[in-house]
């Protein structure tokens, strides 16, 4: 019985160094702090850690990083083959950064790139090309956008939406994600699912549809379609 007894608080004892372990994996703890990051003029961010981040245009680039006090030591800001990365420092107990949030200034934005769970927004991006990609579960969305060419991907269950103008836009899946670019106007499109993807477009003269899979592109306009398709997916007009 005493041997029962023992067993039973030693199991009670790990019980709690579990909990206790748990409870020091969420946030970084402390009061919500700001810091301004110098940073130089770059035209490409990716945003690798979780949060999220605000892009504007502006004169004067800057970034200014939200987060708890505990956690503003673990967060990163570099530039990496011209690309400003946010990323986090790994922590002993996988500890989670809790809520982050990004501002960024930049004169011109060619390029947002999202390795995790992160959601971007932005407004009056302009410029001769704009690429977004997702690699995983995060979001990108965009307002005002005034470009020549558009290229749009997502590898995994993301989610961009677009809005604005392109001369012409390339938007691919492979996954379950969606694009939603029916406020995009573009003159040429070719959209492309591997997957169970969607992609929404407006298409002024032309629209090539390439889906292997399950994945459906509905649009909106008066285009030229080819479509190619190898498996049950779609091409739907909507009035």
Request: charged letters at 25%; glycine letters at 16%; aromatic letters at 2%.
């Amino acid at each position: 019985m005493a041997r029962r007894t023992r067993t039973a608080a030693a199991a009670g004892v790990v019980g709690a160094g579990l909990v206790l372990g748990l409870t020091g994996c969420v946030g970084g703890g402390g009061p919500t702090v700001s810091r301004d990051v110098a940073i130089e003029d770059v035209t490409a961010v990716e945003l690798a850690a979780s949060g999220d981040l605000t892009v504007r245009r502006g004169d004067t680039p800057s970034l200014t990083v939200r987060a708890a006090e505990g956690t503003q030591g673990r967060l990163v800001s570099e530039v990496r083959d011209g690309v400003l990365v946010l990323d986090a420092r790994s922590s002993f107990g996988f500890q989670n950064l809790g809520d982050v949030e990004y501002e960024l200034v930049v004169t011109e934005l060619e390029q947002v790139v999202v390795s995790g769970s992160g959601d971007v927004t932005g407004a009056d991006v302009s410029g001769d090309v704009l690429r977004v990609s997702i690699t995983g579960s995060g979001s990108v969305e965009l307002d005002g956008v005034d470009a020549d060419r558009v290229q749009a991907a997502i590898d995994g269950s993301g989610d961009i939406e677009l809005s604005g103008r392109a001369a012409t836009a390339a938007l691919g899946i492979d996954g379950s994600g969606n694009i939603d670019a029916e406020d995009l106007r573009a003159d040429e499109v070719d959209a492309s699912i591997g997957g169970s993807g969607s992609v929404a477009v407006d298409a002024g003269r032309r629209l090539a549809v390439s889906i292997g899979g399950s994945g459906s592109v509905r649009y909106t306009g008066d285009p030229e379609i080819t479509q190619e398709i190898d498996g049950s997916g779609s091409v739907v007009r909507e009035d």
